[in-house]
């Protein structure tokens, strides 16, 4: 067993859990954030996708022992209180979300992508997101939400 | 109706935020989870199966095998296609008990299902479960498995041929053959995909004692269909089935149907007394989610010296996998009769469908079910002809177009379209995408080095006609007074609190917001039609409009007593009633929140309405630039025309064509189910094997809207959810075969990737050099 500490979304926990637990699982099963999904078992959907230290990291392939003294943002602590973060916005402007599956780590990746790389072109996106599946929208409009969110937070 | 361009859906607020609820989010107390242990062979005997090593694992509490399936009886699944050949034979529905008994008959297969305290001892526990198997032999490819000497799936099914169907006049089309000028002649393969919603399957179910009931979450599209297909597999009475359904993490076909996994995880919920929860990993579902598209079709098309289309005839062989499911021989067979003729005027036709057993994963629906692969088809018959006749494709589709004039049209073998304008369609597309203007790009893509082609389909569909004989929407006032609206369909992503709430609130003259929709409620005695088939809109959706109108009318009398008038003294207009002289008026919500906690309210109501098949339509036309030294195909425009009639959301239906495109060059240049040959194991067993679209695939489509108004539905609406798929294959293939004829490669099969176009141009390349010597 592994005991771990961490902060998630400005909240301290500290939780034991089994070695092999992974960070997803941690976030899903212990701390009841089942915001972040799970789309695949061999690290390529990109449904998983949260910030840890600030970077974009999906969390199917982190053990959550790996986060033990992290600070982690879930799409949970995307929004101000009832204010929505720039990308969160722009999703639902843009009509970048069918069933939403996908929207979590989608708007994760994305947060982090604009924070890297704040004005990107249309193939730099496609780069950046190139991690993360889709299987409604095609892109097109996520791309559009993409655009707009660079357009917000510059 | 207004028209909506703005997106910010209802649904939205609770998805960007992480509140959403899918299967996987669902919980019951004291539940215990599940794991299933797939075939690892493609076709074997079970010899034996030893679970005692596995139950002795930390954590397990119990695993059952195929013998449970078979003392529970759950071993047959129904299925939507009812009618019978012209010999009078129906479909074989080989038996597939949930948890395998006896013979596997593809890799994946449900064998034993261990359940422990938590799903990790669950899956830990399955390597302990020991399984001998005895290898027959295996056979994967549908065209194979008909030839003699085949190895043999089912007992019941001589010659792995489940079953042959054909529609259509065949001596009619034989005498237009013999007097065709000219014959085009093709054979085109759409090849097997895997639907991949982006959330897997899940599901959890609890049994209840007291009332010999089951409560089951799952993923689904809608309540009455999927509880139809529990009863149908298990037995079980309809009222003894209690479905809580949630959001759903897109479909595609995929979840329409019942799974073994819902039926063992009830045998085990029963017999354990607690509730037991699965989610799949995503590999299973490669392995066991049902698989879309796999047919093989011939066709043929008869023309005369004008280039008028005399006859055609079709031979689909479709690959149904190892049994089948309950939607896929409708889907494979049934939905694209419909559409043999195309948009075309094509007197004579014949069809012939044979539905084939292989060892592989089952077969369903798949987003546009079967109307994606006839239009496919037909399209590249028009396409071939065009260039065989040295006609230019859009004036020889002009030639043959089914006139305005001719609406209803009854189409020879078993459609009647709605009005459309086709022609229309073409000429706004043309003009969109600058047909005539294309020359120029491609000699501006040649002095860069790339081939570039154009392509265009011009295509209809079907849309589903309904299972269920009726649509029914209620609308009942909540304790506070509320508007609440009842469907029985089920978003997986259209939108429906969008749209649904648009659709009552515009009726009404209401802010949108004042209507919220409850989808697939249990409990709700509601009949209708579940969410596939692009159907949503133009059934249930339409019967919201109805029940609005009939709200204002049930209303109306309550009205006229609040304000001590007639009722016939009263006019409604924007959420008002109002006195003939305009000095009285109360607002409809305030005459419901008057009216709140009387049981029942008095404002609830029901409507219905049997609403038939819309036939969207539309001309897509697309430029493909190849790169011939890498074979790398890139879409470098789309242009999308459409008539999907009345468009209540802009935003959402062009989300819809969006999607439907980006699924179809998917297929057309990526994705694709490989199984082994010999030894039947499924080569493309993950993202990193099988190529989901991704960003850039489809950069962006320039939407065009040509809408016939529907007569068919109240709303004028026809379905778009498949429009963009079935439009989509021929259009982006043949535009690929333009960029490709000038080296002399006049076909390709889908998936055109990189290595298989490359190779086509080495060859041709190849072929060039030995003429030239």
């Known amino acids: ?154 | 109706m207004s028209e909506k361009h703005a997106a910010n859906r209802r649904e939205d607020l609770r998805l960007i935020t992480g509140r959403g609820r899918y299967s996987s989010d669902m919980n019951l107390p004291g539940q215990l989870h599940a794991a299933f242990l797939r075939s690892d062979h493609a076709h074997a005997e079970i010899v034996s199966i030893d679970t005692a090593s596995a139950l002795k694992r930390p954590g397990a509490v119990a695993v059952l095998t195929g013998d449970d399936a078979l003392a529970a009886g759950y071993k047959h699944f129904p299925n939507l296609l009812t009618f019978t050949n012209k010999a009078g034979a129906s479909l074989i529905k080989p038996q597939r008990p949930v948890l395998a008994h006896g013979r596997v008959r593809f890799v994946g297969e449900t064998v034993a299902m261990v359940v422990a305290h938590s799903a990790a001892e669950a899956r830990d526990a399955l390597d302990a479960i020991e399984v001998e198997y005895r290898d027959l032999p295996v056979v994967v490819d549908a065209e194979e498995a008909l030839q003699p000497g085949a190895p043999q799936l089912h007992a019941n099914v001589p010659g792995n041929l489940n079953f042959e169907w054909d529609t259509g006049d065949a001596a009619a089309v034989e005498q237009a053959f013999k007097q065709a000028a000219h014959v085009t002649r093709l054979k085109v393969v759409s090849p097997r995909v895997i639907p991949n919603p982006m959330e897997p399957r899940a599901a959890v179910i609890g049994y209840d004692a007291a009332e010999d009931a089951y409560d089951i979450y799952t993923n689904s599209q809608g309540i009455v269909m999927l509880r139809w297909q529990f009863a149908a597999l298990t037995g079980v009475a309809e009222d003894k089935l209690r479905f809580h359904l949630h959001d759903v993490g897109g479909s595609f076909g995929q979840r329409s149907a019942v799974y073994p996994e819902h039926g063992a995880l009830m045998i085990a919920a029963k017999k354990l007394g607690r509730p037991v929860k699965w989610v799949s990993s995503r590999s299973e579902g490669f392995l066991s989610d049902s698989h879309g598209r796999g047919i093989v079709m011939a066709g043929e098309l008869a023309i005369d010296k004008d280039g008028k289309f005399l006859a055609a005839k079709y031979q689909f062989v479709c690959d149904m996998g190892a049994y089948l499911t309950p939607t896929g021989t409708a889907s494979h067979v049934r939905n694209p009769a419909i559409c043999t003729t195309g948009v075309y005027k094509i007197p004579a036709l014949y069809a012939n469908f044979r539905v084939v057993m292989t060892n592989t994963a089952p077969v369903a629906a798949y987003r546009g079910a079967g109307r994606p692969d006839i239009a496919y088809v037909i399209e590249r018959l028009v396409d071939q002809a065009a260039h065989e006749l040295k006609i230019d494709r859009a004036e020889l589709r002009r030639r043959n177009f089914i006139p305005l004039d001719a609406f209803p049209y009854k189409t020879p073998t078993m459609g009647v379209y709605e009005a459309s304008d086709f022609n229309g369609c073409l000429t706004m597309a043309l003009k969109a995408a600058d047909y005539d203007g294309f020359p120029a790009r491609r000699a501006a893509a040649a002095k860069r080095g790339k081939l570039r082609g154009i392509g265009l389909s011009t295509t209809i569909e079907g849309t589903a006609a309904g299972m269920f004989p009726k649509d029914q929407i209620a609308i009942e006032f909540n304790a506070e007074g509320q508007l609440e609206v009842f469907t029985v369909a089920l978003s997986q992503g259209q939108g429906h609190e969008t749209t649904f709430a648009q659709i009552v609130a515009d009726t009404l003259g209401i802010d949108a917001t004042d209507v919220t929709l409850r989808e697939s409620v249990q409990g709700k005695k509601l009949e209708g039609n579940h969410t596939g088939g692009s159907r949503s809109l133009v059934g249930a959706g339409s019967i919201c409009k109805v029940a609005a109108q009939k709200l204002i009318e049930q209303a109306r009398p309550l009205a006229a007593e609040a304000l001590e008038l007639e009722p016939s003294q009263v006019e409604y207009a924007k959420g008002l009633f109002t006195s003939r002289d305009g000095s009285k008026s109360i607002g409809l919500l305030d005459l419901a929140k008057k009216h709140a906690g009387a049981n029942p309210h008095p404002l609830n109501l029901m409507a219905e309405g049997s609403v038939a098949a819309t036939f969207p339509n539309g001309c897509h036309i697309a430029e493909v630039e190849i790169d011939p030294e890498t074979g790398v195909s890139k879409i470098a425009a789309y242009t999308a025309c459409d008539d999907c009639g009345t468009v209540i959301n802009h935003a959402i239906v062009e989300g819809q064509i969006h999607g439907g495109v980006a699924m179809g060059a998917g297929q057309v240049f990526g994705e694709q189910v490989m199984y082994d040959k010999a030894s039947g194991q499924l080569l493309s067993g993950s993202f990193s094997d099988y190529a989901m679209p991704r960003a850039g695939w489809v950069g962006g489509i320039n939407m065009n809207d040509h809408p016939v108004i529907s007569k068919i539905n109240v709303l004028g609406a026809k379905g778009v959810g498949e429009s963009g798929c079935t439009a989509s294959l021929s259009s982006l293939v043949t535009a690929a075969l333009d960029a490709l004829r000038p080296l002399g490669i006049h076909h390709v099969d889908m998936p055109l990737t990189p290595p298989r176009v490359w190779q086509q141009i080495q060859r041709a390349k190849q072929l060039q050099q030995t003429k030239a010597k």
């Open chain 1, 1 to 154: 067993m592994a005991k771990i500490q961490l902060t998630v979304n400005g909240a301290s926990h500290t939780r034991e859990v089994e070695d092999r637990t992974l960070l997803v699982d941690l976030l899903r099963d212990h701390l009841g954030l089942t915001g972040t999904h799970i789309g695949c078992d061999t690290s390529q959907c990109g449904c998983c996708t949260v910030h840890v230290d600030g970077r974009a990291v999906k969390s199917c392939t982190m053990l959550a022992a790996q986060v033990n003294g992290a600070t982690v943002v879930t799409i949970e602590g995307m929004a101000s209180g009832d204010k929505l973060h720039p990308v969160q916005q722009a999703f639902t402007d843009c009509h970048a979300l069918q069933c939403g599956f996908c929207t979590p780590g989608m708007i994760m990746a994305t947060a982090a992508l604009l924070k890297d790389n704040p004005q990107p072109t249309d193939e730099e996106i496609y780069h950046g997101l190139e991690g993360n599946l889709c299987r409604c929208t095609g892109y097109i409009n996520i791309v559009k939400a993409v655009k707009q969110a660079a357009q917000t937070l510059k």
